[in-house]
């Protein structure tokens, strides 16, 4: 859901189209506010050249500046590459990589050097994508700190510390879409409930049109299953195995069916439906 109050103005000078637009406050959904929101853009011929900011002007450090020229080559390919932008989250100072590339057209996306930091934390995405099946996109994360994400997900009561390294690989959306992913969560905790070490992997198997996933959280929690994307009834299948696991952590997830939950919960439970309705 998005909420906001936008004013804009363009003007063409000389063969050179500029515009502006501004609002004082844009909420997104029930947690995400940008104030100050700025974005400038002018273009020459095939060129367009923009900047955009906001700053929340909080004691937490909530802003962006993000600068970037886009290149159309027609109307179905373009460059984009952004340039000198950083943002801070809640005080996390990120910066991007300035020699970013992203290339798009209608068969084919490519990204180089779309790297994200923060002290030793790192987000990377790197690779091809196109009708080929062997072209891939990977996305690096490492040690990047759960906390990070917290404002994302306000609205919806779950709190997550630790940190989380591994990858995720995506290849071929023009027929059919593969997908895989490794990754280890250190020190985890949700919802003010430890979980300690564990990892989640998940592969796209073709012939089943399923994604196979899998995790294990030591003794206390683990689950193994199946996740079909492209049927919209009875798309889950999915075994939870726990030990003694603290049902605060489950709290977000049964809204309405159990509230001020307390105990711990041992046993296998199976789950069918949907994402939904599960």
């Known amino acids: 859901r998005l909420k906001n109050n936008f004013n804009a103005e363009t003007l063409s000078d000389r063969g050179t189209l500029k515009s502006n637009i501004t609002s004082d406050k844009i909420l997104i959904g029930d947690s995400l506010v940008f104030l100050n929101y700025q974005f400038f853009a002018k273009g020459i011929d095939d060129l367009i050249l923009f900047e955009t900011s906001f700053d929340n002007q909080d004691s937490l450090l909530n802003y962006a500046n993000i600068d970037g020229m886009l290149v159309l080559g027609s109307f179905s390919k373009f460059n984009l590459n952004l340039t000198n932008s950083d943002l801070s989250i809640d005080g996390l100072h990120w910066k991007l990589n300035e020699n970013n590339s992203i290339d798009i057209d209608s068969t084919s996306i490519a990204v180089e050097n779309f790297q994200l930091q923060n002290a030793a934390q790192m987000i990377n995405i790197e690779g091809q994508i196109t009708e080929n099946p062997k072209d891939k996109i990977l996305l690096l994360v490492d040690n990047v700190k759960l906390e990070t994400f917290n404002k994302f997900n306000k609205g919806s009561g779950l709190s997550l510390f630790g940190s989380v390294n591994g990858n995720a690989v995506f290849s071929d959306p ?105």
């Open 174 to 278: 023009y027929d059919e879409f593969i997908f895989s992913a490794d990754l280890n969560f250190k020190e985890l905790i949700i919802n003010g409930d430890s979980l300690a070490t564990g990892n989640i992997n998940a592969r796209w198997i073709a012939e089943d049109q399923v994604i196979k996933t899998s995790g294990n959280f030591g003794e206390e929690f683990s689950f193994i299953g199946n996740y079909n994307p492209k049927s919209k009834i009875e798309n889950l299948d999915v075994i939870l195995t726990m030990n003694n696991l603290g049902l605060k952590k489950f709290e977000p997830f049964v809204k309405g069916i159990l509230s001020d939950s307390k105990g711990d919960l041992s046993g296998s439970l199976k789950i069918k439906g949907t994402l939904a309705e599960p």
